[in-house]
């Protein structure tokens, strides 16, 4: 009877961890659907970081930052704590070790990606509502190509008071 019970229990670990993973193809995701003037956006987080959670509920989950994000942004979130396999150009393996490959192990950070699979800026850290929305009209205007950061939000100020 107890052996009966380890293998039913063992069985469904094996199909949970099964039915709860992924497989993240960043280069066909790129391929698919970046391709059609979008920029991949991918959010590296780990469950218990209070960091994270704060950004899910306050940045990521504002009204205006959605409404950008479903219009502008093919958005893919990776948990680093989860089991999803990612595959990135040369890479295979879990979302940490993914992070790691691609040098940012710090949690939350904000990846984003060209149509040509190159990570075009990354974004270390908890950012807020504000920042963040210029961030990401930073990318989407494309504006990384020309500009730093800081002189495209100086520039967008000086604008905004004319």
């Known amino acids: ?11 469904s670990i ?7 993973s992924r497989e993240i193809y960043i280069d066909k995701i790129v391929k698919k659907e970046v391709s059609l003037g979008k920029h991949l956006f991918v959010w590296l987080h780990q469950t218990d970081c209070g960091y994270c959670e704060s950004m899910k509920e306050f940045t990521l ?9 479903k219009k502008k942004f093919v958005f893919v979130h990776i948990n680093i704590n989860e089991k999803d ?10 979302g940490r070790a993914f992070a790691k490959h691609i040098g940012y192990n710090f949690y939350p950070t904000s990846l984003f990606f060209d149509s040509n699979n190159k990570l075009i800026y990354a974004v ?8 963040f929305f ?15 950061f800081e002189s495209y939000v100086n520039e ?6 004319l």
């Open 1 to 11: 009877m107890l052996k009966l019970l380890i293998k039913t229990f063992l069985i």
């Open 134 to 148: 210029s961030i990401l009209k930073y990318i989407d205007s494309k504006s990384y190509k020309t500009m730093e």
């Open 124 to 131: 270390p850290g908890y950012k807020d509502e504000k920042i």
């Open 156 to 161: 967008a100020d000086f604008n905004e008071e």
């Open 61 to 69: 989950d504002d009204e205006d930052i959605k409404v950008l994000i």
């Open 14 to 20: 094996i199909i949970q961890a099964t039915l709860f």
């Open 85 to 94: 396999k990612v595959m990135y150009k040369d890479f295979v393996g879990n």
